[in-house]
Nanobody
Framework: QVQLVESGGGLVQPGGSLRISCDAS?????MAWFRQALGKEREFVAA????????YYRGSVKGRFTISRNNAKNALYLQMNSLTPEDTAVYYC??????????????????WGQGTQVTVSS
């Protein structure tokens, strides 16, 4: 396992943009972002593989969000554009220290960050 620390959350107006980051304490393979809105279950947002930097998104964020990573810095990013109030949630970084690929199921990740709050409101 590695330690994951998210940053960059905050308050943004509808239609605005925000970039959140996740710093890992060591090498990671599969990485992803999940989110959990108040009173709702955690849901997958986007994933990126280590080897070929392939990406996968949930339908509602495709075309608005971009996941990326910097393997040299052990960092993960999520650029969020055209934000709506429905994007309001705590965003969690997840990583696997053993397996590479694109995984929507949280069970594939053995490290989780503490979360960063993203609030979209006017």
């Amino acid at each position: 396992q590695v330690q994951l620390v998210e940053s960059g959350g905050g308050l943004v107006q509808p239609g605005g943009s925000l970039r959140i980051s996740c710093d890992a304490s060591g090498r990671t393979f599969a990485m992803a972002w999940f989110r959990q809105a108040l009173g709702k279950e955690r849901e997958f947002v986007a994933a990126v593989s280590r080897i070929d930097l392939a990406t996968y998104y949930r339908g509602s964020v495709k075309g608005r969000f971009t996941i990326s990573r910097n393997n040299a810095k052990n960092a993960l990013y999520l650029q969020m554009n055209s934000l709506t109030p429905e994007d309001t949630a705590v965003y969690y970084c997840a990583a696997s220290s053993t397996t590479d690929g694109l995984f929507m199921n949280g069970e594939h990740y053995n490290s989780w960050g503490q979360g960063t709050q993203v609030t979209v409101s006017s």
